[in-house]
């Protein structure tokens, strides 16, 4: 995250801060920012940014998702209830048996509902 503003936004009597902020994970989207004085309206100055928002070309993106069209219900509770989850209760460490259980269940749920690769048709927020 880049912070944009870098004047003072509160301006007392006695003191100067910078209170209101403007940050971007992308800064080369950001244009131009500035602060506006309001002293009739708060004692607080106005922020403002100018964005590029124009839509670039981005690579194509994928994600993992599962496949439940083919998912046969009946079938994935029977084999779920067959997962031999007492082996878990032998381990020692309580992080071998979170991956223990972890490795069952993904195991059992790949082969009822297989992730399949999509492609994201939007590109990413700004």
């Known amino acids: 995250m880049t912070r944009h503003i870098t004047k003072q936004t509160r301006v ?3 003191t100067k801060s910078l209170i209101d902020h403007v940050t971007s994970n ?3 989207r950001v244009v131009h ?5 309001a002293p009739s309206v708060s004692d607080h ?5 100018i964005i590029n ?3 670039t070309r981005y690579a194509p993106r994928y994600k993992y998702i599962r496949n439940e069209k083919t998912l046969d219900m009946r079938a994935f509770k029977q084999d779920f209830s067959s997962l031999p989850l007492n082996i878990i209760y032998g381990l020692e460490s309580p992080d071998d048996m979170v991956d223990a259980l972890n490795s069952l269940v993904t195991e059992c749920l790949d082969r009822h509902a297989p992730l399949k690769k999509v492609k994201v048709t939007r590109p990413p927020a700004p």
Do not use: E, K, M, S
């Open 12 to 14: 007392t009597r006695t």
């Open 26 to 28: 992308n800064p080369p």
């Open 53 to 55: 928002a124009q839509v």
């Open 33 to 37: 920012t500035d602060v506006l004085p």
């Open 45 to 49: 100055d106005g922020v403002y940014a």
